[in-house]
């Protein structure tokens, strides 16, 4: 067993704790749908701080196992790639310090909102809300454009240039395709976890199979 391995069966329980940080971010007593944005919404009162203080948590532990696997995938391409491996480190390195960042506000605003509701208006608490948006905005965009579509870009083209040395059947370990199975799971009333955290966790298996 190599290091690439090792690191992969690592990612792979990082980004499950990483998938689970998303569960505490929506409403207990529905079926798993999408995490709250912009605007707050009335169940955050009904429950504790420590929900979110959990999904906070999960996410700091997970994350960076997720962002070792991206590291370690961008080593491998790097021996037959320099320009595709660099570019996957660039990427890695921005979304690293990104990804954490857009959860830390998903967790600040039902937080904020729960001292909040009782002493100002709707508005009011709206108006807080997207004074907050303002400074993630940047941000959120970059960690978007890193974590879903950098990685899976980069690692898709190093696959079909042979620069990752694994069968062309491994394009389908990236986020796109986990994300929409978890839809059509999510469609059928299934509880999911969190998107993005299983997608890395098909980069981990990917890691594996490079690794091998």
């Known amino acids: 067993m190599n290091k690439y391995v090792v690191i992969g069966i690592i990612g792979v329980i990082s980004s499950f704790i990483a998938a689970l940080a998303d569960v505490p971010l929506v409403n207990p007593k529905e079926k798993y749908n999408q995490i709250p944005g912009k605007h707050p919404v009335k169940w955050w009162q009904d429950v504790m701080d420590k929900r979110f203080e959990l999904s906070f948590w999960l996410s700091f532990l997970g994350q960076p196992g997720t ?26 390195f921005i979304g690293c310090y990104t990804g954490l960042l857009c959860h830390v506000v998903y967790c600040m605003k039902p937080l904020l909102y729960r001292r909040l509701y009782k002493k100002l208006d709707d508005k009011e608490v709206e108006e807080a809300f997207s004074a907050l948006d303002m400074v993630s905005k940047i941000p959120m965009i970059t960690g978007f454009a890193t974590l879903w579509l950098g990685t899976t870009v980069i690692v ?6 042979g620069a990752l040395v694994v069968p062309k059947i491994c394009l389908l370990l990236n ?33 594996i199979i490079a690794g091998l």
Do not use: H, Q
């Open 175 to 207: 986020p796109m395709p986990s994300t929409l199975i978890l839809l059509i799971l999510k469609k059928c009333n299934v509880r999911i976890i969190g998107a993005l955290g299983v997608g890395f966790m098909m980069f981990s298996i990917l890691l």
């Open 156 to 161: 898709a083209i190093a696959i079909i240039k």
């Open 67 to 92: 962002y070792l696997v991206m590291w370690m995938l961008a080593v491998l391409i790097e021996e037959n790639s320099a320009v595709l491996g660099l570019a996957l480190k660039i990427n890695t």
